[in-house]
């Protein structure tokens, strides 16, 4: 994966350098934290983020646990492993389902971050484990959005519930709710409802996701969030946490050579959990993300 490629090359190099010395002194420890906090800064992570890591990092490091082992810089790296795991929200969070069907499940974030995307990528991984997902296009404001959402409903062999014109057009409220009478009336246990996105987060388009969000009283709020954000990733998960309190995160373009800040970021400062990982244009390219995976493709 291309992202985290410059971060796991200065992580490699720093964990080097350490391997070469036998006990730690506070000084190797300094030196090697420093080197993190400046890998990470430098790969986007967010500063709040950093601070934190590298001072649990430090704290772990010059404690009895490094002192102890038989190979302190070997626990050091185990000690940036765990962290790195803490801070991309620990265990996998799988999607959860209604216990009366249809699960709702509402997707928010920006225009161009991927949603429409993963729409149909979450349909077809959903409909491969016998689900019967309906795609709701509630994202009225693009001209093509609802023209794209069918091509992908069709591509994801996928129901779509659009608006019929002139009935209802230009009330996303209104063609969520009905979208989902209509998932009830058809037997379809999975409701994937896109929302509209903007190019920057915008108040009008928050109060609109919100409306949809009170009105359709989703299972899960997926936010989907472009890795290749950089800086902007804290800022805009942030106002979509206050906006629509998503109850999950999915990170996309994760392919692309992003530095990887915002997914090192997101989890950690908003609390949501990270749930999917999005690594493609074609639809099979999801991923159910695990911390635990990422974390070791970044140290390897
Ligand atoms: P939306 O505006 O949020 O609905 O975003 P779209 O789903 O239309 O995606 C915007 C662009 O990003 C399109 O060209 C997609 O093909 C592309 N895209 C979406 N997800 C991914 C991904 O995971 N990797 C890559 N490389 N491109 C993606």
Redesign the pocket.
């Known amino acids: 994966m291309a992202t985290f490629g410059t971060l796991s090359e200065r992580l490699t190099e720093t964990f080097r350098n350490l391997r070469t010395k036998g006990k730690l002194s506070p000084a190797d420890v300094d030196g090697t934290v420093r080197e993190i906090r400046r890998a990470l800064l430098d790969a986007d992570v967010a500063l709040e983020v950093v601070k934190e890591f590298a001072a649990k990092v430090r704290e772990r490091a010059l404690g009895d646990e490094v002192n102890r082992a038989l190979n302190p810089a070997q626990q050091v790296v185990q000690i940036v492993n765990e962290e790195l795991i803490a801070i991309l929200g620990g265990e996998q969070r799988r999607l959860e389902f209604a216990k009366t069907p249809p699960t709702v499940i509402m997707l928010a974030?920006?225009?161009?971050?991927?949603?429409?995307?993963?729409?149909g990528k979450l349909a077809k991984m959903l409909a491969k484990d016998g689900h019967t997902p309906l795609l709701v296009a509630a994202?009225l404001q693009?001209p093509n959005?609802v023209g794209?959402l069918t091509v992908?409903a069709e591509r994801a062999g996928a129901t779509i519930f659009a608006p019929e014109p002139g009935n209802g057009v230009g009330d996303p409220v209104r063609v969520s709710r009905d979208g989902i009478e209509f998932a009830k009336r058809h037997q379809h246990d999975i409701v994937i409802v896109?929302t509209a996105?903007r190019l920057g987060v915008d108040a009008e388009l928050m109060k609109q996701a919100a409306d949809i969000r009170a009105a359709v009283q989703p299972d899960e709020v997926l936010f989907?969030i472009?890795s290749m954000i950089g800086q902007d990733a804290v800022n805009t998960a942030k106002a979509f946490q206050e906006g629509v309190d998503f109850t999950g995160v999915v990170l996309?373009?994760?392919?692309?050579d992003a530095r990887g800040g915002a997914a090192l970021s997101v989890a950690s400062v908003t609390g949501r959990p990270i749930i999917f990982a999005?690594?493609?244009?074609g639809l099979d390219?999801l991923e159910a993300f695990h911390p635990d995976r990422m974390a070791s493709r970044i140290l390897d």
């Open positions: 974030g920006l225009q161009g971050s991927g949603k429409t995307t993963f729409a994202d693009r959005a794209q992908v896109d996105g989907v472009d996309s373009k994760l392919d692309g999005s690594t493609g244009e390219d």
